[in-house]
């Protein structure tokens, strides 16, 4: 009976710790800082180690393949040269306009690199570990995007190293919109490296195959960056939404290095004296 | 020297969990690594030898991983009590219970996650994910498990030796 009570007592306080400590926001002061500095740089080394004896394969081995990529790369040039040109006429004509409505620029042009050292221990969360940190101006909340589109956020910062929550992740969030009807909605994570697009009217006519980007209102991501694209749209029959699924264009298995975005300190205003 | 050799294993598969097997597509849903060493100390080793490794590695996963603060703790320190009270009317040292002990460990371990996910996350995961995760889990610590455990065993014996020869040679 007293072995009884006391285990019900210790799991009524486990749960109530964990409630207290569920506040990720002081997981990195000093004991998670000492934890990050003793593993973080044996994670670098392991990577480091991987990606070397990685790229001796793919570079010295893998010759055969090269002339043949070659061909595809030359191919995939002339398109993007084509691509490019029909770019600059956007960019300016886009000049144009934001001059015109007197817009604000939303994003800068400074971004940090960052390598992937280590990834999450667990199938249940999707995190990742950068070799960037408070020291090289990352704080938490940053954006953490690739060429290809958002990767994630930062979501705890210690010297020189930073955890990252991916945006397939069950816990992430990243408003977002159909880049063609607009339709608005919240990019959550899903399963299998997916995303659900959810809170979208079911009055919005989303097709497989639309380009899903971030809408900018979540005040984290730049607006305009790719997410990924609609793989599949569930219209059900009662309710207000549709249940949209959203590949990302981001292959979360093979992220190596991402890019920080170091948006500035926005203005805080002055009371007039 | 003992916690010496505890740290080492303890760091090692940290790492290899991080950094080597996320790189192994075979991999993918591999359970946690430090599941089978937890249930180690619980059967082989002494509580006050194996608390302190359980409470500092607890801590060090939750750190790494991105799951609510407390979550590996917690997951740790009632497997060790899980397994330390199982061993009082069973004889989990005959190799033959081995994988069914590092099996039930692991989805234990799974099922401690489950619960304080579905406490503190907003939307609920979906099912079928979560019962083929656990399911691929189980069935590898059921293969693999009894092997770490070996490993492990295999390990402090040669540690043990190692340090007795260092100590004779000094004397």
């Given amino acids: 009976m007293v072995m009884i009570i006391g285990v019900i007592v210790l799991i009524a306080v486990n749960i109530i710790l964990l409630s207290v400590f569920n506040r990720r926001y002081i997981s990195y002061y000093r004991p998670g800082r000492i934890a990050i500095s003793l593993i973080a740089p044996f994670q670098k080394a392991s990577t480091s180690s991987i990606h070397f004896v990685r790229d001796i394969w793919r570079h010295y081995f893998f010759v055969v393949n090269v002339a043949k990529e070659n061909d595809n790369y030359q191919k995939a040039l002339n398109k993007a040269f084509e691509n490019n040109i029909q770019l600059k006429e956007f960019k300016l004509s886009n000049f144009r306009l934001r001059n015109l409505l007197n817009f604000e620029k939303t994003i800068t042009d400074r971004v940090l690199s960052a390598e992937v050292i280590g990834k999450d221990p667990s199938p249940w969360f999707k995190t990742v570990l950068i070799d960037k940190g408070k020291n090289d101006g990352v704080e938490t909340g940053m954006a953490v995007v690739v060429p290809k589109g958002i990767a994630g956020q930062v979501t705890d910062v210690s010297a020189n190293y930073s955890k990252v929550l991916l945006i397939i992740d069950h816990n992430s969030a990243v408003d977002a919109l159909v880049q063609n009807d607009r339709a608005r909605g919240i990019i959550k994570g899903g399963m299998a490296e997916q995303c659900l697009f959810k809170y979208v009217l079911r009055k919005h006519d989303i097709e497989i195959g639309n380009i899903v980007v971030s809408s900018g209102l979540d005040g984290v991501f730049p607006k305009g960056l790719a997410v990924g694209y609609v793989s599949a749209v569930i219209k059900p029959k009662s309710g207000i939404f549709q249940e949209v699924t959203v590949t990302p264009y981001v292959d979360f298995e093979k992220l190596e290095e991402v890019l920080i975005v170091l948006n500035p300190k926005k203005k805080k205003f002055e009371p007039e004296q | ?171």
């Fill in chain 2, 1 to 171: 020297m003992t916690y010496c050799l505890h740290i080492l294993i303890c760091l090692s598969l940290i790492i290899i969990q991080t950094t080597v097997m996320p790189y192994i597509p075979l991999f993918e849903r591999f359970y946690d690594l430090l599941t089978p060493f937890i249930i180690y100390l619980s059967i082989f080793r002494s509580v006050r030898e194996s608390i302190v490794i359980v409470f500092i590695f607890g801590f060090f996963m939750d750190i790494v991983s991105g799951g609510p603060l407390g979550l590996y703790l917690t997951a740790y320190v009632w497997l060790f009590i899980g397994v330390r009270w199982a061993i009082t009317f069973l004889h989990v040292g005959d190799s033959l219970l081995l994988p069914f002990v590092v099996a039930a460990g692991v989805l234990m371990e799974n099922l401690i996650f489950v619960g304080i996910s579905a406490m503190f996350e907003q939307s609920p995961r979906i099912f079928e994910t979560m019962v083929s995760t656990i399911v691929v889990q189980v069935l590898w610590a059921l293969f693999t498990g009894p092997l770490f455990l070996m490993f492990f065993s295999y390990s402090h014996r040669q540690w043990d030796r190692w340090f007795k020869e260092i100590l004779a040679k000094k004397n």
